[in-house]
């Protein structure tokens, strides 16, 4: 069975400019999740998609961040125009369980640097 | 409010001695709880789950935690360390969000071993 994966694995780009990552859940996982870990800062939630509907997303930092979860498969996040502060990894994870009973499966992440 | 405390940022032990991460949750009930590690460049492994079957719980690579609800804690321990422990650590309990709970982090424990 195929884990999370996430495309790319690393991003460098200029400020200003636009990123689009991607995340591929485990196949039936109907909930996929959204981190970010900033360097030297903790793991913070971004948002949650149960299937295609965004069920929280109060992690958000602004409104330069769009995640989508088209379908209820794959899901991207992009970022729009891309800031300093924005470096960091972003992990995703999926689940199969409703409420939080179940394990999280996390793919690589996708570092992001943005110069 | 923060769901779960990790007390240490870094823990330094010799190899073959025993391993002790500390977590501690607030929660006004008996929550589950995970702890996951991250080897260097790597994505984020399961540990170990309690999800209030039994207080010890053992997980991989020799790993186990009690939860201990007087003291609301769910330590992270190993008899003997290993070279290949090294890695961050980190313990996760729900936060309440909106209608739902988030699996929320704590700030992470890296393990250094030392030969």
């Known amino acids: 069975e195929a884990g999370v994966t996430q495309f790319p694995s690393h991003s460098v780009i200029e400020k200003g400019q636009t990123v689009t990552l991607r995340c591929d859940p485990i196949?039936?996982?109907?909930?996929l999740y959204w981190y970010r870990r900033v360097m030297g800062k903790e793991i913070k939630f971004l948002l949650h998609?149960?299937?295609?509907?965004?069920?929280?997303e109060s992690g958000m930092p602004n409104n330069r961040f769009l995640a989508e979860r088209t379908g209820g498969t794959y899901s991207t996040l992009k970022v729009q125009p891309a800031e300093l502060e924005d470096s960091g990894v972003y992990f995703c994870?999926?689940?199969?369980?409703?409420?939080?009973?179940?394990?999280?499966?996390f793919g690589e992440g996708s570092r992001l640097t943005v110069l | 409010a923060q769901s779960v405390t990790q007390l240490d940022s870094h823990v330094s032990v010799s190899e073959g001695t025993p391993v002790l991460l500390r977590c501690n949750y607030s929660?006004?009930?008996?929550?589950?709880l995970f702890w996951y590690v991250q080897h260097p460049n790597k994505g984020l492994q399961l540990l170990l789950k309690?999800?209030?079957?039994?207080?010890l719980v053992k997980g991989i690579n020799g790993f186990e935690a009690e939860f201990k609800k007087s003291e609301t804690s769910f330590h992270l321990t190993k008899p003997s360390a290993h070279m290949s422990d090294a890695a961050e650590y980190f313990c996760?309990?729900?936060?309440?969000?909106?209608?739902?709970?988030?699996?929320?982090f704590g700030r992470g424990t890296s393990l250094i071993v030392h030969p």
């Open positions: 998609f149960v299937k295609e509907s965004k069920q929280d």
């Open positions: 309690y999800t209030s079957a039994a207080t």
């Open positions: 996760v309990a729900p936060e309440r969000s909106g209608g739902s709970y988030i699996p929320t």
């Open positions: 196949s039936g996982h109907d909930n």
């Open positions: 994870a999926s689940s199969h369980a409703r409420g939080f009973t179940g394990e999280l499966f």
């Open positions: 929660s006004s009930y008996s929550p589950s």
